[in-house]
Structures are given as C-alpha cells and as structure tokens.
C-alpha cells in the first residue's frame, strides 16, 4: 500500500478503491486523515462544506466568539491530499446491496467502503414543545439562532418604557457540561451587555436558571467537582436547580414536574443527544443504545462487511455491558481506529479491535473557572483547571488562524470585556 502523496498522484485516482464517509465531524475527519494521501480515493458527504468545532459553539452562542472562529472549510483541510475529495449534499439512503448512498437530490455515489460519521442531534425525551420551541446547541446554525434570541430579548426589554422592566428568565435545561458551560457564559454575557452596551435593563430581573433531572451536577465527575462547579455557578448569579423534571417546554414558558412554570425569553436544550432521526439509526433493523448504528469490535457495523461507524453515530463498546460516551475524544479515537481498518482490509490483513483510551473530561465554568478530571482520577479545578481547558482547545481547534483568533480572543477577554461579536445577524435562517 502506497504512503506517499507521489505514490497516490502518479496513479488513476478514480480507479482506485473508493471510501465514502458521510459527516465532517471530529469522526469524519479522523477517518479521513489516516486515509489522505493513502492509495484509496476518499468522499467525505456533509451537508456543510465546513468542519464545526463543537466543543466552543456555546462561546459563539453567547457571543464570546464569531461563528467563524470555530468552522474551517473542509476541502481546505485536505487540500493538500489529492486522494480527498469533498460532495456538499446530505445522505437519504444507504443501498446496501448495490453498495451505494443516495443522496437528497437522487444523485447516487457507489462505495467499496462506508463510514457513517454523521453525529448525534438533540435528545428531547419526549417532552411536549421541547422540540419546537427549546434552542438545542449542535451546529452552528443552532449558535447563531441562539445568540439572536439572547440578543433580541435584551434589545426588547431595553427598548420598553423607563422603570418598566420585565423579568427575563433563561433556562437552560442539563447539568453536563455543555449546560454547566453553557449558563456559566450567559450570565456573564448578560452582566457584561448590561454594563457595557448600556442596556436600560435591572440586572436583578434577570435570572439563569440551571435545570437538571438528577441530585448534581456534571454527573461524570466526583462529587467534589460537582460541588464546585454549583458553587462557582451561583456565584456568577445562575441559580442550579438539580432533581428537578421538565413536562413541558411553551413557546415562551416551561413547566416543571412540581407545577410551577415560569415564563421564559428563552430554554436552552442541553439535556443529552440521540442517533435516532440520522442515518445511523437506519443502518440496521435494531439500533443500538441512544439509537446509535450497533457495531463490532472494529467498527464495521454487525452483519456488514464494509459499512462501518465511528463518533457518536456508533454504539462502540466500552466493555461487555457498556458503550463508549458520546465525547469528541471518542470521535477522533474510533476514526482514526476506522481508517486504519480500512487499509488493513484492502491490504488483505486482518482487523484489530478498538480499545478507548479515557484521556480525561473538561468543564469550563466561565473566565478563569473550570474542572477537569484526568486519567487516574486526578481532579483540577480553578486557574489551573481553566488553563488546561484553553490549551486542550486550541490545540485541537483547526486552522492556524482560528487558534490565533482565538487565542487572541480569550486573552483579551480575561484582562479585559470588549464589545465583543454582539450581534444581531437579522437572516431568516436565524431569526425566529
């Protein structure tokens, strides 16, 4: 098997074997990297022709950053692997039979290889208006549209008359650590506009509050750090509500399973993610657990030969009663895993399993604040937690300009708040 990017270049591309991987995410691209410049021809399929570093969308939700600090075009990523190309389209269908995808306008792309890479999307669990009126945050699109709502409800409720001011409650609805993160940098947004843009608005009728079904928060941690976190986020003015149900979201209210309900200038829908709705779901007559694709030690999906599934898409197993947690880091392990399965089956060896290497979890809990837990249990909160945030971040962000953006960004923000990306994108996309 050829390594080099001469090697691929002196051959046919389109005569070689061809891999399809649908989804540009963390999962996608890892697949996709251990491929470039290999002798496969490889298609990544992704309904934006950007990779979305969703680990800081919440940063672009709340207006610390612009939305593109955290997307990077996927063609530029691979612009130097002459064996990649890119198909801007979303997948309807997987053939099986004819080892081919149907995308959205019935165009066709036969494959000798298929990685479903496609992600996970919002979790609603049922409850009424959940889905329509909660703002999930897992795209970009989703980041823009909140930070419009977040905006436009400061703007409406400064522009009313003097001395009327309304209460404006935001509820952000899971205790992990997109929520924890989440509601930590919208009080501080909120608090920072206020100061800063002038708004005639009383700080005291504004309340974020953190909502969570089970007794603490961030749940993947030890109670110490839950602890601190609920503490830190208290202080910043959120009020953590854990034990606590939702029964029912309201286009400008939500309900709580003791009966009260508050009316709302927003809900934030941070309560967990699900494969059902995606193509993973439709991989195989029974999906695995979170409707996630239900997959082999090495990936390829049960009963398949040549379909495989990676990321958040694939029910990995952990051990024989667990799966793999849907973070990033299982991502770009199971891709880069997948990719090098694939040169093993076209080199005609045999395929190793897949063993996830735990390299910790983050949590940050607003400027100069968050929790880690690393491998071994070691726990570290704080100054020193933060810092270890911002350097894991910048080093996995892509493109050397958005870590220089970015990088900027936070230092400017820590000595000091600018204005900052406060605005208002009025398009119909975003704009409810």
Request: net charge positive.
């Given at each position: 098997m050829a390594n080099s990017p001469d090697a691929v270049t002196?051959?046919?591309?389109?005569?070689?074997?061809?891999?399809?991987?649908?989804?540009?995410?963390?999962?996608?691209?890892?697949?996709?990297?251990?491929?470039?410049?290999?002798?496969?021809?490889?298609?990544?399929?992704?309904?934006?022709?950007?990779?979305?570093?969703?680990?800081?969308?919440?940063?672009?939700?709340?207006?610390?950053?612009?939305?593109?600090?955290?997307?990077?075009?996927?063609?530029?990523?691979?612009?130097?692997?002459?064996?990649?190309?890119?198909?801007?389209?979303?997948?309807?269908?997987?053939?099986?039979?004819?080892?081919?995808?149907?995308?959205?306008d019935a165009s066709e792309i036969t494959f000798d290889h298929l990685v479903v890479a496609?992600?996970?999307?919002?979790?609603?669990?049922?409850?009424?208006?959940?889905?329509?009126?909660?703002?999930?945050?897992?795209?970009?699109?989703?980041?823009?549209?909140?930070?419009n709502r977040l905006l436009l409800s400061l703007e409406a409720a400064d522009a009313l008359p003097e001395g009327s001011s309304p209460q404006l409650n935001y509820v952000v609805v899971?205790?992990?650590?997109?929520?924890?993160?989440?509601?930590?940098?919208?009080?501080?947004?909120?608090?920072?506009?206020?100061?800063?843009?002038?708004?005639?608005?009383?700080?005291?009728?504004?309340?974020?509050?953190?909502?969570?079904?089970?007794?603490?928060?961030?749940?993947?941690?030890?109670?110490?750090?839950?602890?601190?976190?609920?503490?830190?986020l208290t202080g910043k003015g959120v009020e953590v509500h854990c034990g606590r149900s939702v029964v029912e979201v309201q286009e400008h209210a939500i309900r709580f399973s003791d009966g009260e309900q508050i009316d709302t200038a927003a809900v934030i829908w941070a309560a967990g993610v699900t494969a059902s709705g995606t193509l993973a779901y439709d991989l195989a007559v029974t999906p695995g657990a979170g409707g996630r694709a239900r997959v082999t030690n090495d990936l390829r999906v049960v009963e398949s030969a040549n379909v495989w599934a990676v990321g958040d898409a694939a029910a990995v197993p952990l051990n024989a009663a667990e799966y793999c947690p849907q973070l990033a880091p299982v991502?770009?392990?199971?891709?880069?895993?997948?990719?090098?399965?694939?040169?093993?089956?076209?080199?005609?060896?045999?395929?190793?399993?897949?063993?996830?290497?735990?390299k910790g979890i983050m949590a940050t809990i607003g400027r100069n604040e968050a929790v880690a837990k690393l491998p071994g249990g070691i726990i570290i909160r704080g100054r020193a937690g933060w810092l270890a945030w911002l350097s894991l971040h910048l080093f996995y962000l892509i493109g050397f300009r958005n870590r220089l953006r970015v990088m900027i960004n936070w230092t400017w923000r820590y000595f000091d708040w600018p204005s900052g990306p406060r605005l208002i994108v009025a398009d119909a996309e975003t704009v409810d």
């Open positions: 002196t051959q046919q591309v389109s005569a070689l074997p061809h891999v399809v991987i649908v989804g540009g995410g963390f999962a996608g691209l890892a697949t996709a990297k251990v491929l470039a410049n290999q002798a496969v021809r490889v298609t990544i399929v992704d309904q934006h022709n950007f990779h979305t570093f969703l680990p800081l969308l919440y940063q672009v939700a709340t207006a610390g950053l612009e939305p593109a600090d955290v997307a990077y075009p996927i063609r530029t990523i691979f612009g130097h692997a002459p064996n990649v190309g890119f198909r801007h389209g979303q997948v309807r269908a997987v053939d099986h039979q004819r080892s081919l995808v149907v995308l959205d496609t992600g996970a999307t919002a979790a609603y669990f049922g409850i009424p208006g959940a889905s329509q009126f909660a703002l999930p945050l897992y795209s970009l699109a989703d980041a823009r549209r909140l930070r899971g205790g992990g650590p997109t929520g924890v993160e989440t509601s930590g940098a919208l009080a501080e947004l909120i608090r920072i506009a206020i100061r800063r843009d002038g708004l005639r608005i009383d700080e005291s009728k504004v309340r974020v509050i953190l909502v969570d079904l089970a007794s603490r928060l961030l749940t993947a941690f030890p109670p110490s750090a839950s602890a601190y976190a609920a503490r830190e991502a770009i392990q199971s891709g880069h895993h997948c990719g090098q399965q694939i040169l093993r089956v076209l080199r005609g060896e045999a395929t190793q399993p897949f063993h996830y290497r735990n």
